[in-house]
């Protein structure tokens, strides 16, 4: 299991996070800071500069996941981790790689009032042999404080177990976090489990269009990005069928029909992704009244929405744009199309 101490920077987490382990037992601190401290021993300096956060750095959120996924491996019990994460769906990603390994987290938010937090980070150390000390460490707590402010109104307070801190020290914040996790009342994440591959895999999916021709793209909340509706096809699945069931599972509508392939493109392995064979189906037309029973928010999609190709090409990485492109020729056309990373082939 995994507590996970959010807040925004100031909010007292890691001190929280201390008087916490000495009150679970078997529990260990993690502190993702130390993944960050070692990224510039691992990416050039150019590659960091390009970034202003650590966090926007997908080696960042991979190697936070492994990292706690090992460490629990190694020592069992309880891991608790105080990370600040304003983004839903750095959130997600995160969140839904540790639950793809099997791992629970129960998600805290440490939520003070603004005037308290902003007296915190006031009088807040600043380390004397730290370059841009004050900048680096008060002034990014304040700069942040509007992205806190936006992702309470949005979607932490929904997700996640708060706990006002306004008038509680660390220590009494740690005792009523133990418990409201020993107690249950902080459920674990509503997080689809998604194990990743340790082979090529063959995913199916399908393409929605609505009255105006546009295509439904999701959001998943398991993984970064936007998708088609679809998944990984099951060991004895028909890949058609696969989809129909991921289609259903995920936005709720059932397709009477077997839907008509469009595309298939082999994805070569890009480690860590293993890649394999990624059909695209014809899912036909939705009514009006059809779009409107889509299933959201859910456990699975954090949003959806039909977009025309020249939007598609904005929210889709370019080798499932380029997917998406041929697909929708092929329906114009009548006939399927071989792709190998998204190129027409023969």
């Known amino acids: 299991m995994i507590v996970w101490i959010n807040g925004a920077f100031g909010a007292g987490k890691t001190t929280t996070a201390r008087e ?3 009150l679970i037992p078997n529990s260990t601190l993690f502190d993702p800071e130390v993944i960050g401290g070692a990224l510039p021993h691992l990416l050039p300096a150019k590659h960091l500069a390009e970034v202003g956060d650590y966090q926007d750095l997908p080696i960042w959120r991979r190697l936070v996941i492994d990292t706690a996924a090992a460490m629990l491996a190694e020592l069992g019990g309880t891991l608790v981790v105080p990370m600040t994460l304003l983004r839903q769906e750095y959130r997600d990603e995160i969140f839904g790689g540790l639950a793809a390994r099997r791992i629970g987290v129960r998600h805290i938010l440490l939520a003070p009032a603004e005037t308290i937090l902003r007296e915190r980070i006031a009088g807040r150390e600043v380390p ?41 020290t660390p220590y009494a914040t740690a005792v009523r976090i133990a418990e409201a996790v020993g107690s249950g009342t902080v459920p674990v994440c509503d997080i689809v489990q998604t194990p990743e591959p340790t082979a090529e895999t063959v995913a199916s999916g399908v393409l929605l269009f609505d009255e105006h021709d546009r295509v439904l793209l999701v959001d998943p909340t398991y993984k970064a990005g936007w998708e088609f509706p679809g998944g990984v096809v099951e060991p004895g699945e028909a890949p058609a069928r696969a989809g129909v069931r991921e289609v259903a599972e995920e936005t709720g509508i059932r397709l009477a029909d077997v839907p008509r392939l469009l595309v298939v493109d082999w994805e070569p392995p890009a480690p860590p992704g293993y890649g394999g ?7 036909g037309r939705l009514d009006s009244a059809a779009a409107e029973r889509l299933l959201l928010p859910g456990p699975e999609l954090r949003d959806c929405r039909f977009v025309t190709e020249r939007e598609a090409a904005d929210l889709l990485p370019t080798v499932r744009y380029e997917r998406l492109r041929w697909a929708l020729r092929a329906r114009e056309r009548g006939a399927a199309l071989y792709l190998e990373a998204g190129v027409p082939v023969g």
Do not use: C, K, N
């Open 277 to 283: 064979l990624r059909l695209l189906f014809d899912g």
């Open 128 to 168: 004397p042999d730290l370059p841009d000390g004050e900048m680096r460490v008060r002034q990014w707590s304040y700069d942040h404080i509007e992205p806190y402010r936006a992702a309470l109104a949005s979607w932490l307070t929904a997700d996640a177990h708060l706990v006002d801190t306004s008038a509680l």
């Open 20 to 22: 916490l382990i000495e």
